[in-house]
């Protein structure tokens, strides 16, 4: 059973999910960007009841599907955007967006794969390898994990310290050769090129080096921690790196 998916499991929600897709169409091409916090207010809500993302599918959003957890995310930009870093490190440290664009920038190209089915090809994601930002904090020879947060308030997700430290897992300011808007987790998501996309944290706040691998939220309720695209959860999609 596909958690994303559960809620849809005898609930007939189908026509509301479906006539909700249309209006938020209509909004999203009739009032434009400046309506945004409309729409997602709406959206985010619909979200809520249709995990699987079906309401979630942005007009010109390429292929991908809105996903949230919560029914309304609090915007950040230059000003208020902080990342903190902390948890069994030497230098624990809070960065603003200019600070991580001083860093050296990684670029990628893979496909984005949602363990619910949908794929996007050939997507650029550009950032700070996370493996920089562990060595600029100095971890400790006990710690194992990372766990990160998100100010959503609500998403976890979490790596193994081996895992965190692979050259195709980036904290990602630009997808698409554009810089992150909130509605894809901007400005600063997660992004673990190898696992399907539920690894990838939006709106991501904080990274605590710990000592164990501590499930995240859909690895709660019962997605693999180890999320490798085709070798996971049951599936045998085309690996993506
Ligand atoms: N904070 C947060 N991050 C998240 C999620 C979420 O609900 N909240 N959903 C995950 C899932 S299941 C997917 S498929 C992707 C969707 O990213 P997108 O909204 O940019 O398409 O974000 C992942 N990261
Ligand atoms: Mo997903």
């Known amino acids: 059973m596909n958690p994303e998916t559960s809620q849809e499991r005898g609930t007939p929600v189908g026509r509301r999910v479906f006539l909700g897709t249309l209006a938020l169409g209509a909004v999203g091409v009739a009032a434009g960007p400046h309506l945004q916090r409309g729409v997602e207010a709406f959206l985010g809500g619909a979200a809520e009841l249709d995990p699987s993302g079906l309401t979630g599918l942005l007009p010109n959003g ?4 809105y996903y949230t957890v919560t029914s309304s995310v609090p915007h950040k930009d230059e000003h208020t955007y902080r990342l903190t870093v ?25 496909d984005v ?22 060595d600029a904090a100095g971890v400790h020879p006990s710690a194992g994990a990372v766990h990160f947060t998100c100010f959503d308030g609500a998403y976890t997700e979490s790596l193994t310290l081996e895992q965190a430290r692979r050259a195709d897992v980036l904290v990602a300011l630009r997808m698409q050769d554009k810089d992150i808007g909130h509605a894809h987790g901007g400005p600063v998501r997660l992004y673990v090129a190898p696992m399907y996309f539920y690894k990838s944290a939006k709106w991501l706040s904080g990274i605590t080096v710990t000592e164990e691998v501590r499930p995240g939220y859909w690895e709660k309720r019962g997605y693999d921690v180890d999320a490798w695209v085709g070798r996971s959860n049951g599936r045998d999609d085309e690996p993506t790196a």
Not at 62 to 65: N, S, T
Request: proline share 8%; glycine share 14%.
């Open 113 to 134: 794969q949602c363990v619910t089915g949908w794929r996007v090809p050939g997507t650029p994601f550009e950032g700070v390898s996370l493996s920089h930002l562990l």
């Open 62 to 65: 390429g292929g991908f599907r």
């Open 86 to 110: 902390d948890g069994l490190v030497d230098r624990p440290g809070s960065y603003t967006l200019a600070d991580l664009r001083a860093m050296p920038q990684t670029r990628l190209v893979r």
